[in-house]
């Protein structure tokens, strides 16, 4: 819906660059606040992973939300944006010792540990500093999901979490450790999960779990499911918000949990995915043999998903008004997977004309290289422009 876009605005602004709708972010969690607090002991972070621009980062820390890092540099991002440290739990398979370190030093809510070694190691750091360290474990559930397949997770021949075999024994060894403070269960299957069914499958896994827990009289604090929750890539105006009410009641209805225990959730794409836009604009109409190209400055270093799963976004030619045209909208990047979408039909192009590669709030911005010596596209929010 080309009304979106201040194009008059745009003009000014070299590209590609990156627009996010603040308004639309805003409406987007309020959904999620009011979704989850519907139901008792539901906390939300935000996957940091998914765009940490700092305006947007800002943006949702106002919101509230905790904040789920894979880093130490997200950890940093998250505490100059204003979360507060025991609103922020970090992840990730590899954590290195000056990442860990920073973790104890600003006492975050918790590490989402993956190994044994990883558990020892914290330990030895935080005794190091004379702190305690709050963990949870993550727990790999072997559960699949409908996603593509370099997007799970959670199973078994993934390189993510403990393996159930594993738990126990990984419980008892974090009881040994005097610097170490038990607290918790994460899992995660996925991402862009639309089936709601999977979330149930991680409920009943996850149920399961608890039962051969508390039969072995080991009790959890808290649970944490991750995210997951995809989004509408086909209907970004249509359904500019997901279906959060669906996603937290299904863990409502199916995930069976304990007086007193807290259920955290960990949602990125679905966040601000649909806020975020790639503005491009049009280099060269090529004409081929048997189809033509819509050549842009925007390339796989500015939006990698196309090129990296052959992801689907919706675009727009927002500057022109003539009759739809065949196009493959390609960019200058030296490789023949630099290409946004083949065979789509467009309003006819120009050079010049701004096109606009929509849903691209998350994973976009963030994984942006500077290949090819290009620099990286600049983000802009509502409010700037």
Known sequence: MKGLFPTNKFEQIQTPFYYYDTELLRRTLNEIKAEAAKHEGFHVHYAVKANANP?????????????????????RASLNAGFPARKIVYAGVGKSDWEINLGIEH??????????????????LAEAKGKTARVAFRINPNVGAHTHAHITTGLAENKFGISM???????????????????????????????MGDFKA?????????TRLEHLHINVKSINVGGGLGIDYQHPNRMAIPDFKAYFDT?????????????????????????????????????????????????????????????????????SEEPKETYDVVGPICESSDVFAKSIDLNKCHRGDLIAIRSA?????IMASCYNCRQLPKGYITEEI
């Not at 949702?60 to 789920?68: E, P, R, V």
């Not at 006492?107 to 030895?124: G, H, T």
């Open 107 to 124: 006492d975050i809510a918790c590490f989402n540990v993956e190994s044994i070694p990883e558990l020892e190691i914290i330990n030895q």
């Open 202 to 210: 991680l409920c009943n896994r996850i149920n399961d779990i608890q």
């Open 251 to 319: 863990y409502a209805k199916f995930l069976n949990l304990r007086p007193g225990q807290t259920l955290h959730f960990e949602l990125g794409r679905a966040v601000v995915a649909q806020c975020g836009s790639l503005v491009t604009r049009v280099l060269y109409v090529k004409e081929g043999t048997c189809k033509q190209f819509a050549i842009v400055d925007a390339g796989m270093t500015d939006l990698i998903r196309p090129a990296l799963y052959n992801a689907y976004h919706k675009i727009e030619n927002l500057t």
């Open 361 to 365: 709030g998350a994973y976009g911005e």
């Open 55 to 75: 305006k947007v980062l800002n943006v949702i820390c106002q919101a509230g939300l905790g904040a789920d890092c894979v880093s130490g540099g997200e950890i």
């Open 165 to 195: 075999n594993d738990m126990e024994s990984a419980i008892a060894r974090a009881a040994e450790l005097k610097n170490i403070d038990f607290v918790g269960l994460h899992f995660h299957i996925g991402s862009q999960i639309l089936d």
